[in-house]
Every structure is written in C-alpha cells, then in structure tokens.
T-cell receptor, first 117, second 114 residues
C-alpha cells in the first residue's frame, strides 16, 4: 500500500541532544513537508521541499534542519537550538507543482511525538 | 496571505443529530479549501476539498461541506452524527493548488455522545 511512514512514533530526548525524525513516502510525490502540532495551535510549517536537493524554510524553521537526498525521504533533525521541542511532528507529501494531476491535498504520516526530559 | 479561522474549539452533538463544524477563510485570490480529521495520536486524514464548481462538496464518511463565497465560509456538515465521528477536525486553505503555503485552522474537537 502507498503511504507515508514516520519513525519513531515516540521519542524521548535529553536537553542538549539532537534527534532525527524519519519520513519515507512511496507515493512518488515530489513535494514533502514537515509540520509541528501543539495543542490549540493547529499545524505550523517547519520546512518543505519541492524537489530532491532543494528545501525551503517555513514559519518556524529555527532550531530545525532537513535534507532531501532522495525523492522518497525527508528526515527532520531537531537540534539543541530548538528551545521548546516537545511536540507532535507530522510529515506530509503532495504532488508537485508541475504535475497536471495535482489536486492540492496533502497526505500525512502518522506522526512522531517528541518529549524532552 | 491566507488564513483560516475555526471559531469553535469544541462542538458537542448527540448521536443521530446533524453536526456542523464552522470554518471561515481569508485569501487574496481564489480559495482552495480542505477539511481533514485527526484521531488521537494519529496523522491527519483528508476528508474533502473544494477547488471549483459545485458549492456543495461531498467527501468521505458521509461528510459534506458548503462553500459560500459571500460569507467566506466552508462549514463541514453531516446529516446524522456517529459516536465514531468524535475527533479533531481541521480546515485548511491555500490560494493556489500547488502553493506550498497551506494554512490550517486551530482545529475543532467534535464530541458525539450516545
């Protein structure tokens, strides 16, 4: 079945440590996204990538880093510079801007919950 | 820039009654509107979208939404609520179909009581 796989589902981190969240998709989508979800705040965009080897900052990129070395993979690193990293992180993908079949909706993974101890 | 407002944090309905989850939007161009549902500790699932055409859009699980351009609204509706509809619902908007800037509302928690 096609979809987006995020791992790990739960992650605990000590202050000062970097952690990397994995996101893999087999939908053959060009665009991928990382969102952060906090209670009562909806979803906020961290980073997005429209194509391999290219990515752009979203609204809250400080303290995060990403890479896009393969079309199917878009890992997110939460660095020690992120002051309040405890949150639910969601990865999503969509068809690219140049795809005539694009219909606009995002497809989401199951999320990764990060807790800083 | 586009934005979305979901004026109700919480909506409570009895099973079998109709439900409405409200959404209003602000966008400079033509809106592309979406509804998603989220169950506890899960990702978001796509329910339905409005791109163009008929103002009444039908989606998954018996949900529908009505696009009202004059009121800049896109309310989610279902004629008869189920207990299993209890979840967190998000409205989202983008001003182009492939614009990376999709904006989400804060979410509305729907509780359906037996």
């Amino acid at each position: 079945d096609g979809g987006i796989t995020q791992s790990p589902k739960y992650l605990f981190r000590k202050e000062g440590q970097n952690v990397t969240l994995s996101c893999e998709q087999n939908l053959n989508h060009d665009a991928m996204y990382w969102y952060r979800q906090d209670p009562g705040q909806g979803l906020r965009l961290i980073y997005y990538s429209q194509i391999v080897n290219d990515f752009q900052k979203g609204d809250i990129a400080e303290g995060y880093s990403v890479s896009r070395e393969k079309k199917e993979s878009f890992p997110l690193t939460v660095t020690s510079a992120q002051k309040n990293p405890t949150a639910f992180y969601l990865c999503a993908s969509s068809m690219g801007a140049w795809d005539r079949a694009a219909t606009g909706e995002l497809f989401f993974g199951e999320g990764s919950r990060l807790t800083v101890l | 820039a586009q934005s979305v407002a979901q004026p109700e944090d919480q909506v409570n309905v009895a099973e079998g009654n109709p439900l409405t989850v409200k959404c209003t939007y602000s966008v400079s161009g033509n809106p592309y509107l979406f509804w998603y549902v989220q169950y506890p500790n899960r990702g978001l699932q796509f329910l339905l979208k409005y791109i163009t055409g008929d103002n009444l859009v039908k989606g998954s699980y018996g949900f529908e939404a009505e696009f009202n351009k004059s009121q800049t609204s896109f309310h989610l509706k279902k004629p008869s609520a189920l207990v299993s509809d209890s979840a967190l619902y998000f409205c989202a908007v983008r001003d182009r179909i492939y614009n990376n800037d999709m904006r989400f509302g804060a979410g509305t928690r729907l509780t359906v009581k037996p």
